[in-house]
């Protein structure tokens, strides 16, 4: 089964929210960039739960059977950014998040809110 972009963001919403995943951001960057349709942003609150988090996102592309394109930082590292094409995750720790603060720098795409009517927030 081939899944849409808008299905991959939402379960991987879902995970990371199973996984308490903090402040979880999702933003619609289609209108403004081909480089995905969504950006995927958040952080744990140490390194195993950063650890955590980036293997519940792989375990659940990998159900799906959507490869990474590319995988940046390391295990145990501050950041990891996963490329699934459509889909870009960034998993950060909470200090890393809050200096690149990728949000403010992506605020020309529209915030998303999964599985409310309306979706947009």
Sequence with gaps: M??????????????????????ISVIDIREISTLADYFIITHGNNTPHVDALVDAVEEEMDKMQVPCRSREGLRGGRWVLLDYGDIVVNVFSKEDRMW?????????????NPGQPGEEA
């Design 2 to 23: 081939e899944y849409s972009s808008k299905e991959q963001m939402e379960r991987l919403h879902h995970v990371l929210s199973e996984k308490q995943g903090q402040e």
């Design 100 to 112: 690149y603060d990728l949000e403010r720098l992506w605020r020309d795409g529209k915030l998303v």
